[in-house]
Structures are given as structure tokens and as C-alpha cells.
């Protein structure tokens, strides 16, 4: 049992640094990685389904990681807070889509074969859910685009899609790869939540 939780917070801490070390920046740059919150959310679902409590704990302290940090860089980093705004708020429902589509994944498969294939697909529809959830909202809450039509606003939008969707992707890709040869060499069975 000990083991068991401990793994849950080993996973945990790993989510944790990875959100720390990357959510300063979108897209990224010369000097750092891409922001992987959405990644973050989704293996968090995806590792930590088999442990409930922590499981709950975690995405709490998730959000709370995620808003401060944007606190953070918005009030002393002097990074643009357009984005904080009344939608900001739905940011709890677009992580919490990622976290339970994962979270739902790893109670009915395994990251091997035919679950591969579903992780894959269920992973782009969660990170595509989540797009068009935060934009959505962005667009009919925020109280910054009322000039705009939803077309206008979607076609503007529409452009980071790609960037947004495969860097999450990417970052899923590898956390799953590094699992899947952590498996190979432990000769056992590739669950994201081994018992």
C-alpha cells in the first residue's frame, strides 16, 4: 500500500515540475519549452486513475499551481493578463475534460495494441474538446472580442489549433513511450496504473 501512494506522489511531483518548467510560455521559445498543462492534465487522469484520493488532491493542487503561476507572471513578470478574464474560470472544466477522458482510459485499457491505437485517438479528441472549450468560452465570456463574430473569432482562433493539439500530443507521446520502455524493461504488462 505504501508503495502504491508513493508512486501516486512520485507521479504527482512529476506533473507538478513538468507544469512549472514550461507553463510561462505558449508556444515556447529559444529559451523555454512549450507549455504543457494540457499534457500535464491528461496524464494526470491517465497515471493517477487507481489511486482516488490522490487523484482528486492532485488535480486540485494542479489548478491551484496553474492560477498561481498565471498570477505570478501576470502581476511580476509583467506577461500580458488578456486572457484573464471572466472565462478564465472555464479553465477548470477544459482540464477537468483532459484529466476524465484519461482517467476514464486507464480504468478500461492498457497503453499497448489496440489501447495505443484509443489512447491515441482519445487523447487528440480530449486535447480537441479542450480547444474549442477554452476558446469558446474565451469568446462568449471574456467580454474582449464582442466585436467579432463567432466566425470572425473562429477563423483567428483556428490558426494555433495545431500548435496547441500536437504540442500537447508530443508531450503524451513521449510520458507514454518513456512508460511503454519502462515496461519492456520490467517485463511487465504497459498499464498506466500497475497494481
Known sequence: MKLLQSRAWMIAVG???AMGATRFNHFGSAFSLPDASWAVFFLGGLYLARYA???IAVF???LLQAGLMDSYVTTVKGVSDWCIT???WFLIPTYGSLWFVGRWFALRHT????????????AWA???FAFFLSNASFYWVSGRVNEMTA????SRVSQYYVSYVSMSMLYIA???GIHMLLAVLGKSKAHPNPV
Open 53 to 55: 484520493r490522490a487523484s
Open 15 to 17: 506533473l507538478m515540475l
Open 174 to 176: 513521449c510520458a507514454v
Open 111 to 122: 497503453v499497448e495494441g489496440k489501447g495505443l491505437v484509443w489512447l491515441v485517438v482519445l
Open 86 to 88: 471572466p472565462a478564465y
Open 60 to 62: 486540485i493542487v494542479l
Open 126 to 128: 480530449a486535447n480537441s
Open 151 to 154: 466566425t470572425e473569432y473562429a
